[in-house]
């Protein structure tokens, strides 16, 4: 049985960019970073916010074989509050490790299983490997040592139930790990300090750099940047060389719109000794902040509308006694034998059941992993980016709308005719830029009295795209994670934006 099942993406709750939640309001950590101030960034800067619901009826203590057992949960047991975390970063940075450490010292993984992977790890001579196992769950994974799916764990604290999404390294899986980061509401980025790597995974052809923007452009809204193999020989736990990787980092966050003040918090750990993942390091005696797991859970509470109209954009799907579905809800509530409308095929269906981290629920809060099997829809003519809505308030569907974009990398300039593929929220679809409305200055916000003739590298634009198929998106003013997207083309990143309005089709 796969632990990573397909994940579902998830994006945050709706809110509106203006609007300063309890993140904010927090302060930021006794141990602040120096630098910073407000970031500078363009007026794109996708500032979304991101609102969490206390989940419903939690897990208590799982204990992990291969699949997890979960033990049924008592009715009046607490609502814990349900955070998704993704672990981003340069491909070997030690993302899988932390995530079976982090396992491990909750007590998701037995030590018995850890034995086991430590004992197969040894034949392959691949010792060091063993812990990232418990997330890397397939062989082609574990032979190559390479994440390739996004993996999926659960842990729990005393005030907070997590879901791990371990998103692949290597740039030939970056679409897979958008899908992860559009689900997650907390963003890990782990960095290796080993000599050496920390270069190549920052440099630019990277995925250091790649993976912190697409994460800023999911919405994730506040970043954890582990500094990781601090035991490493070449490092043994170095402050300089731990100063070093972070004011390289700081400038480039910055850029991408992360405030180093309020939304970033650096630290030193170990995945493979676990050194303060949980307990504080002996080794490390000038980091004085928590460790990792305290310090998640000492996170201000994240707040979730639940009165919003439903929407849910799907991941993935398949057929299991019936059409199953997977995806974040992120707005409004769904609950059992619900009628439901799904977007743009406007299929009507009915919710048979209701899963969230694979126990059964009758109700769902916005913010959660949820599996529901429909009634009323065959599995074919579901895709993913297609969205379940309540009939009531339909989400919008069309082809043709108009976005501010920002060039982040592309060598030669881009004019109207230009092809990319477009990824929002859960959905990939082909897409052209059919014309150039006018240039945004970045720093006074001023648009072009003229259209541009084309845009280049690092500027700001208005522009029209048009879709190769219908999708359902909405304005970014009025629901941020459905109005947020990414354009790439030929395995890059080339540009990030948000929908202003959407043009109705002329027939």
């Known amino acids: ?3 990573d099942e397909p994940t579902a993406p998830m994006e945050n709750g709706d809110s509106d960019m203006t609007t300063e939640e309890p993140w904010d309001q927090k302060g930021a950590e006794p141990n602040e970073e120096p630098g910073g101030g407000s970031c500078g960034d363009h007026g794109l800067t996708v500032t979304a916010i991101i609102e969490e619901t206390p989940p419903e009826v939690m897990i208590e203590e799982e204990e992990e074989t291969p699949a997890p057992k979960i033990p049924l ?5 607490p609502k814990k ?3 998704n975390v993704v672990f981003i970063g340069h491909v070997d940075a030690g993302k899988s490790t932390i995530g079976g450490q982090i396992m491990y010292l909750t007590g998701m993984v037995d030590k018995r299983t850890l034995e086991k992977y430590e004992r197969e790890a040894k034949e392959k001579n691949r010792e060091t490997w063993y812990l990232s196992w418990a997330l890397d769950t397939n062989q082609e994974e574990r032979d190559k040592g390479k994440t390739v799916e996004v993996g999926r764990a659960y842990f729990e604290t005393d005030k907070k139930h997590f879901t791990i999404l371990d998103a692949p390294g290597h740039k030939s899986f970056v679409p897979n790990m958008i899908g992860g980061a559009s689900q997650a509401d907390l963003a890990v980025l782990v960095i290796s300090a080993r000599k050496g790597e920390f270069e190549t995974g920052f440099e630019k052809g990277g995925q250091t750099r790649e993976h912190a923007m697409l994460a800023k452009t999911a919405g ?4 954890i940047v582990l500094v990781n193999k601090m035991d490493d020989p ?3 736990w170095s402050l300089e060389r731990y100063d070093e990787c972070k004011e390289k980092l700081v400038p480039f966050l910055k850029k991408v719109g992360f405030n180093p003040k309020k939304d970033i918090y650096f ?3 170990s995945g493979l000794t676990g050194a303060n993942l949980k307990e504080p390091a002996d080794m490390c005696s000038w980091y004085i902040g928590l460790p990792f797991i305290p310090h998640l859970d000492s996170l201000p509470l994240f707040n979730r509308s639940t009165d919003g109209p439903v929407r849910l954009p799907i991941v993935d799907k398949y057929k299991d006694m019936g059409t199953v579905i997977l995806g974040k809800l992120e707005s409004g509530s769904i609950s059992k034998a619900q009628q439901l409308v799904m977007m743009p095929n406007r299929h009507v269906v009915e919710v048979l059941s209701l899963l969230t981290d694979d126990v059964e629920t009758d109700d769902a809060d916005p913010g ?4 529901l099997r429909l009634k009323g829809i065959e599995e074919e003519e579901i895709l993913p980016g297609f969205i379940l809505c309540n009939a009531e308030n339909l989400c919008h569907s069309g082809r043709t709308f108009d976005a501010q974009i920002v060039i982040i990398e592309h060598k030669s300039i881009i004019c109207p005719g230009y092809n990319a593929v477009l990824h929002i929220h859960t959905c990939i679809e082909e897409v052209q830029i059919t014309a150039l409305i006018c240039l945004v200055d970045k720093k006074t916000g001023d648009k072009s009295k003229t259209r541009p003739r084309f845009v280049k590298q690092d500027q700001v634009c208005i522009a029209r795209l048009r879709t190769a198929g219908t999708i359902c998106l909405e304005t970014f003013k009025d629901f941020p994670q459905m109005g947020r997207f ?3 083309d030929e395995g890059k990143t080339i540009a990030i934006g948000k929908v202003l309005k959407l043009v109705a089709e002329r027939d």
């Open 486 to 488: 990414t354009l790439r």
């Open 368 to 371: 959660e992993n949820l599996k």
């Open 81 to 83: 509050e349900h955070i």
């Open 234 to 236: 070449t490092v043994n």
């Open 1 to 3: 049985m796969r632990m």
């Open 73 to 77: 949960t008592q009715p009046d047991a």
């Open 267 to 269: 630290m030193p750990c």
């Open 220 to 223: 994730v809204k506040h970043l």
